[in-house]
């Protein structure tokens, strides 16, 4: 990881600048722009864009993916479960279950439940197996509660940057590096 990355992760907030937002938000509605044509829209250089979309990325702020319905491409089921965790085994009960090929989303959570695990699966029989021969049999998992998703009404992944000055993308460590330097020139 280069110097200006680590000290983002580091610092525990990335400074987005007016630059960083604007393809951040361009990047959101669509991910293939070319740098050519998002230096055009933003008003700065190719170089520049190239540069700032590759430290976005190696901080871990930034991933570029192809988002698919898989209700739409074959797959019959999706699920949210939520999961209730022994106390003192998340970490572990997390690592595990970022491991089945099946998930897509895992997130901790505060509330009637620890964690919230999007899956998806090929039909019911798929999902059975998840469940009962994966899911519950990690060490630590107390419970689960499944809802089954029928139809995707909206799915977006993009949501406003423009005014946020900072976004969090790690706890601050004790004696860890202050707000990063300013981007050098390409």
Same mark, same amino acid.
């Given at each position: 990881?280069?110097?200006?990355?680590?000290?983002?992760?580091?610092?525990?907030?990335?400074?987005?600048?007016?630059?960083?937002?604007?393809?951040?938000?361009?990047?959101?509605?669509?991910?293939?722009?070319?740098?050519?044509?998002?230096?055009?829209?933003?008003?700065?250089?190719?170089?520049?864009?190239?540069?700032?979309?590759?430290?976005? =990325?190696?901080? *871990?702020? +930034?991933?570029?993916?192809?988002?698919?319905?898989? /209700?739409?491409?074959? $797959? #019959? @089921?999706?699920?949210?479960?939520?999961?209730?965790?022994?106390?003192?085994?998340?970490?572990?009960?997390? =690592?595990?279950? *970022?491991? +089945?090929?099946?998930?897509?989303?895992?997130?901790? /959570?505060?509330?009637? $439940? #620890? @964690?919230?695990?999007?899956?998806?699966?090929?039909?019911?029989?798929?999902?059975?197996?998840?469940?009962?021969?994966?899911?519950?049999?990690?060490?630590?998992?107390?419970?689960?509660?499944?809802?089954?998703?029928?139809?995707?009404?909206?799915?977006?992944?993009?949501?406003?940057?423009?005014?946020?000055?900072?976004?969090?993308?790690?706890?601050?460590?004790?004696?860890?590096?202050?707000?990063?330097?300013?981007?050098?020139?390409?």
């Amino acid at each position: 990881m280069s110097r200006i990355s680590q000290e983002l992760v580091d610092s525990g907030l990335a400074q987005l600048d007016e630059i960083d937002r604007r393809i951040v938000a361009v990047l959101q509605v669509d991910g293939r722009r070319s740098f050519t044509k998002l230096a055009k829209e933003i008003g700065t250089s190719e170089s520049v864009v190239r540069y700032r979309v590759q430290r976005l =990325e190696r901080a *871990k702020i +930034l991933q570029i993916v192809g988002i698919a319905d898989p /209700l739409k491409i074959g $797959f #019959d @089921l999706m699920s949210m479960i939520g999961v209730r965790v022994v106390p003192g085994r998340l970490e572990s009960v997390v =690592e595990e279950i *970022k491991t +089945l090929p099946e998930t897509s989303y895992v997130a901790s /959570l505060a509330g009637s $439940f #620890d @964690l919230i695990v999007e899956v998806v699966c090929r039909d019911t029989a798929h999902y059975n197996q998840l469940l009962t021969k994966q899911l519950h049999r990690i060490d630590g998992v107390a419970s689960t509660e499944s809802f089954l998703i029928l139809e995707i009404h909206k799915m977006a992944y993009g949501w406003g940057v423009g005014e946020q000055n900072a976004v969090p993308i790690a706890p601050s460590r004790p004696g860890g590096a202050g707000a990063p330097p300013a981007d050098p020139a390409p």
